[in-house]
């Protein structure tokens, strides 16, 4: 495992689908319609890395209207549904947003997810991942996919960067030790 002191200066986060944003569990209709249950705090977590100036990217293996609908509500920068090799999907990513990848984070939580997690700068993945996952890895979240861990890891990179004060200055006007 890397020195996560160093990542100070990612700008885009990579996330995959089921298994991170999801708890990896697939609701499917009879008519073959996904069901996703994502997490708020996740999602609090992006609004937070964008207004710090962050890019925002998903790349997963599946389509899904669900998805597409949470990528929009976002304002996520780069989607990537059915990408059966992600690595390819994450490269056009790169050139269309004008981001280097070792400028880019990761979160993964499978074998499929590996080459992308390699080839960005930084690379977090879920507590219940394969072994071979989290040994590649810079970062393993407490928090599990669809539990928290993009929140955690946005965190992780807004403290790095120096930026998670500004967050939460907008949530504490008069300062952190002022109570009402
Ligand atoms: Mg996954």
Redesign the pocket.
Known sequence: MMNVDEFTNIELLVL?????LTD?RIILSPSGEEAKVFNARDGAGMKYWKRAGGKLAIISGRGSAAVKIRAKELSVDAVRLSAKDKLPALEEVLVELDIPAERAAAV???L??IPVMRRCGFAATTPDAPEEVRAMADYVTHLGGGAGCVREVIELLLKRAGKWNDILSRYFPAGREQRR
């Open positions: 995959d689908v089921d298994g991170v990896g993964g939580d499978d499929t997810d």
